[in-house]
């Protein structure tokens, strides 16, 4: 069980540094390549990454409610 929330961390925090890495890349990224890469890669990984994250979250809440019933 631990380590499926640990997993949910690691996604957590590599989705933050992406964002704020994307962030510093798109001030200085003024074209339309730019809209379509946030459009067809960061928007899509960040909103997958979200999705895992809150699976995995489930996944930890329903192992935990297995070992405490059958306990």
């Given at each position: 069980m631990a380590r499926i929330s640990h997993n949910e961390i690691i996604i957590a925090s590599a989705v933050k540094d992406l964002q704020r890495d994307w962030a510093a890349t798109a001030?200085?990224?003024?074209?339309?390549?730019?809209?379509?890469?946030?459009?067809?890669?960061?928007?899509?990984?960040?909103?997958?990454?979200?999705?895992?994250?809150?699976?995995?979250?489930?996944?930890?809440?329903?192992m935990e409610q297995a070992v405490r019933e059958c306990s």
């Open positions: 001030e200085g990224w003024h074209d339309s390549a730019r809209e379509e890469f946030e459009e067809e890669y960061i928007r899509r990984l960040v909103a997958a990454a979200r999705t895992a994250e809150g699976a995995m979250g489930e996944i930890s809440r329903l």
